[in-house]
């Protein structure tokens, strides 16, 4: 498996997870890796991920399948993530149940203080089995799907049907838009008081992430992009969507919230930033985010305090 540079990945991409599709080919191969003392489960309740907690952060639980079927019985449903450093891992739906082996938690609320790794793990189980919740039944019949290849795959049980569905993830465009030396920040609604970000979108059917890009601007804005370039992408796991970073220059300075989807919208400079970060009137998006990283690779082109250091200095809670 070739492996990407970890600076050009974002939080809940991994550089280290071969997730072996060639394993999924029978139920015989995955009944011996199930049973393998190589394997480890992660358990997944709702929307919550089973962790340990740590003095550093937490860790993802992965259970031996001894320690899974004591405390959440016999293994019945499950989907093959794959594997990394010569273990095989498995995710599976659970009812919640307390155990000393960790304890359920929001993986939004928790990502930022895991590690890279373990939040790439958990991102992919929480993504994956929440697919596998809504296509219970077929899409084109009603009839009841049935789990093939590892869990990647539904297969529709009608006799006249047998349609096949495939995971999905909802491609969307998020782009940092500079203008001179001030950047694009918008403001919706039921975000935290003060909190500002880039502007944001899902990718239509029959349009390009570039196409994306100059439709939401202006959607939202008014403001005209004149060239935009690629600058990396995020899965995003609440519920499945690819976030597909740009950055790009606006052609013109003058803001008409044209969907209303935003509540406010404005230009800022990076003085204007530091100001409002150290007085409290300006809030950044969790540095978990794609949005939070395009920010800083902007802000981090002039020389000075870098912006994570900053926003650290007076949010500590990010």
Request: glycine share 6%.
């Amino acid at each position: 498996m070739n492996h990407l540079q970890l600076s050009s990945l974002n939080l809940f991409s991994s550089q280290t997870t071969d997730r072996a599709p060639e394993q999924r080919s029978t139920e015989t191969t995955l009944a011996c890796l199930i049973n393998s003392e190589s394997s480890r489960f992660l358990p997944v309740s709702g929307t919550n991920v089973f962790v340990r907690r740590e003095a550093s952060g937490y860790r993802a639980a992965l259970l031996s399948l001894i320690e899974f079927e004591k405390t959440f019985g016999v293994l019945v449903d499950y989907v093959y993530l794959g594997r990394e450093f010569d273990q095989h891992y498995f995710a599976t739906i659970v009812e919640e149940n307390s155990s000393n082996h960790g304890e359920f938690v929001d993986l939004r609320s928790c990502a930022a203080l895991l590690d890279e790794r373990h939040a790439a793990l958990l991102s992919y189980a929480r993504a994956i089995l929440n697919w596998r919740k809504t296509q219970s039944f077929c899409g084109s019949c009603g009839a009841r799907t049935v789990a093939r290849s590892g869990g990647h795959m539904l297969q529709c049980t009608a006799p006249q049907c047998t349609r096949e569905h495939y995971p999905r993830t909802d491609p969307a465009i998020i782009v940092l838009v500079e203008h001179g030396d001030e950047a694009l920040f918008g403001r919706k609604s039921e975000w935290p008081e003060k909190r500002y970000s880039t502007i944001a979108g899902f990718v239509e059917p029959g349009e390009s992430a570039e196409q994306a890009v100059i439709r939401e601007v202006a959607e939202e804005t008014g403001i005209q992009v004149e060239s935009a370039s690629y600058h990396s992408s995020q899965p995003w796991p609440f519920p499945g969507t690819l976030m597909l970073g740009y950055h790009a220059q606006a052609a013109s300075r003058s803001i008409s919230l044209n969907d209303k989807e935003l509540e406010d919208a404005c230009w800022l400079s990076r003085k204007q930033i530091s100001e409002g970060l150290a007085t409290g009137r300006f809030q950044l998006p969790t540095d978990i985010s794609i949005s939070f990283r395009l920010i800083e690779d902007w802000y981090n082109k002039k020389d000075g305090e870098s912006l994570r250091t900053l926003r650290n200095r007076y949010h500590k809670d990010g």
